[in-house]
């Protein structure tokens, strides 16, 4: 399993990222693409109080100790694509031990979620209705009137 952690970069880009970089790490490991998984925590990287989001970007690499090997091919891999939305990309690689992971899969669900997993919500409004109009009328009574 490897595990790619992205600070200072937006989760959605993060998203975008994973789909082709993922393909590309999974085939430098040798692995199935099922085995590289991408994690975009909330968080900004700062620098003298200064947010540096987009600007300076930290990738941390979780990677089983055997393909330490295949370090600098991952370098190159992960540098082409996130220079394209980044400035300064800092990537760290962590290896751990395969006796060190642990994975309990429930076999009565789906690995992961896909995007035919997604649920589109109908967020228009029908146009014969006006702002104000409606259910999102605006009250201008007094609300506080039965606390008296």
Known sequence: MISVFVYGLDQ???????????????????????DVNFVAPNTM???K????TSWRVIVE???PKKLEVLQEQAVQVITHHI?????????LFKYY??????????EEYPLYLEEQHDVEIDTEY????????????IYTGDIFEGLK
């Open 97 to 106: 031990s395969s006796d060190h992971h642990h994975l309990e899969i429930n």
């Open 126 to 137: 029908p146009d014969d209705i006006e702002e104000g109009e409606g259910e999102d009328e």
């Open 61 to 63: 690499v979780n990677v």
């Open 45 to 47: 990287v700062f620098h």
């Open 83 to 91: 220079k394209q939305i980044a400035i300064h990309i800092e990537i």
């Open 12 to 34: 959605f880009l993060v998203g975008d990222l994973s789909v082709q970089l993922g393909k590309d790490l999974a085939k430098i490991y040798e692995v199935d693409e099922d």
């Open 49 to 52: 109080r200064a947010e540096q």
